[in-house]
């Protein structure tokens, strides 16, 4: 492949337009295979229809492509000391590109479920790749910019991908969905094979293969057991899975410990700084996975809102993220995370509490401004907390570091809908099992749990305020002993 190899830290001299064109190839494949990730929750229906099968049958074409990724997240590190960023981030949004087309071929469900795995095994290792990427691209005084530039597709593709994908399925041919992605996908090939820099591959050691077999077997388990306690957590499938997990996770982490070239770098967490920052991470997470996955459940199941007009309903939350996101990355390099952190999550905070109060009778005009704040808020913490996370760990690490910040974000983002789900549906069971007969209002109970709801996301997001006032800048982690 073309592209030349080169220095990654200019320090005083950097502009961004110096990094713009591998910014170009880097953000394209990732906003490619984000906005994938969800279309298919809006189109199931109609694939019911299509090939006239059980719902159940079909929720496969997304468990199957998540688990798929979640599998294959904890090699993105090692791969790409081994191989080189650039090879694996290629060939990564190739597999993903050729599962698309052949998604798009599928006349039965199993073929579906079986391309949907492919391209979520390419799918998988584009963020944690792509975020290392950037990060080396740019000198550390800088990165703050680079990495806000990054995380515009991170958090406008979710939201938008609803959209396209209800347009496509309603107007068009749901087999649009995945055609679409194959000349995006070899844009984001041919582009990045010119504009990519090779960074240079690091002498590793022979591939961990006790933790390649115990690390994706353990975060498939928890996945697919968080996922099926959705149904029920006292299922037998849910339980088994959820121990399976726990234990695989636990000898996983024993493995990592006591080798020395890890899969999964899990030393770092010697740091104080990176260990509270990664759980900062994960209230953040919580708190902007769950309002993406929450407000639009909010305006079908209790406004009546269509799919198509959900997602232009939500378009002011993705706009208002992408346009707060750069200023989020250049305050990041003037004054760090902390107040970010704590403005952000309090505009977030902000929005869901007027949630609370918001029933089937609100009106569009009502949702603009708490979903104005809602992206305001992500735009400006997002990604300065995962910038800040990597620069608590060795440069050398930074690979490393992003497949465990990415497994255990794809983990959190699966407890976060598991566990909003578990709260609704107790209270608004709850709520219904003391109505009388006069208030047997579906709507209106559906409104006062999803009240009730936000309101759990509101104390969650105050913790993490909290945690968020102990961050600083601080050094980078030491060398780390092997146990």
């Known amino acids: ?119 979520g095994l390419g799918g998988g290792f584009v963020i944690p790749v792509g975020l290392a990427y950037v990060f080396k691209l740019s000198p550390p005084e800088k990165v703050g910019m680079a990495m806000g530039l990054f995380g515009v597709p991170i958090l406008l593709a979710p939201a938008i991908g609803p959209v396209i994908s209800g347009w496509l399925a309603e107007f068009h041919s749901w087999r649009w969905i995945f055609l679409i992605n194959i000349p995006v996908g070899l844009f984001s090939i041919l582009y990045g094979m010119r504009s990519l820099p090779r960074i240079d591959k690091k002498p590793v050691s022979a591939l961990d293969l006790p933790g390649l077999l115990l690390g994706p077997l353990a975060f498939v388990a928890l996945m697919y057991g968080v ?69 639009p459940q909010f305006l079908q199941q209790a406004g009546g809102f269509g799919a198509f007009d959900t997602g232009l309903t939500l378009l002011p939350q993705p706009i208002a993220a992408a346009l707060t996101m750069p200023l989020g990355g250049y305050l990041f390099d003037r004054i760090g995370v902390r107040w970010l952190i704590v403005i952000g999550l309090g505009l977030l905070i902000a929005a869901l509490w007027q949630f609370t109060y918001m029933d089937q009778l609100t009106s569009y005009q009502s949702l603009v401004l708490p979903l104005a704040m809602a992206g305001c808020g992500m735009g400006l913490m997002m990604m300065p907390l995962d910038t800040h996370i990597l620069n608590q760990a060795p440069r050398e690490l930074v690979s490393r570091v992003t497949s465990l ?77 092997v146990f």
Request: charged content about 10%.
């Open 1 to 119: 492949m073309t592209g030349k190899t080169v220095d990654l830290i200019e320090p005083s001299d950097f502009r961004i337009s110096k990094i713009l064109a591998p910014l170009i190839a880097i953000i394209v494949g990732s906003f490619l295979v984000i906005l994938d990730t969800t279309v298919m929750n809006v189109v199931l229906p109609t694939l019911v229809k299509d090939f006239k099968v059980g719902l159940s049958a079909l929720e496969w074409t997304v468990t199957g492509y998540m688990l798929a990724t979640a599998a294959v997240i904890p090699m993105a590190g090692w791969l790409s000391d081994r191989y080189g960023a650039k090879h694996i981030f290629l060939t990564s949004i190739f597999m993903f590109t050729l599962g698309s087309a052949l998604c798009s071929t599928s006349n039965q469900v199993e073929w579906l479920i079986a391309f949907r795995v492919i391209q």
């Open 227 to 295: 996922n099926e306690g959705v149904r029920s957590w006292t299922s037998a499938t849910t339980i088994t899975s959820l121990v399976l997990g726990v234990v695989l996770l636990l000898a996983f982490i024993l493995v990592e410990l006591r080798s020395a070239q890890p899969l999964l770098e899990l030393r770092v967490f010697q740091s104080f700084n990176f260990s509270l920052a990664m759980i900062v991470q994960w209230i953040v997470t919580f708190t902007i996975f769950g309002a993406l996955f929450l407000v």
């Open 405 to 481: 910040a990415g497994a255990t974000q794809q983990l959190v983002c699966s407890l976060t809908v598991a566990t909003l789900v578990t709260v609704y549906s107790t209270r608004l069971t709850r709520l219904m099992a003391e109505a009388t007969a006069s208030s047997s209002n579906q709507e209106v109970f559906a409104s006062q749990a999803f009240g009730f709801t936000f309101g759990i996301m509101v104390i969650v997001g105050l913790c993490g305020i909290v945690l968020g006032l102990f961050l600083r800048k601080g050094r980078k982690t030491a060398n780390l002993p």
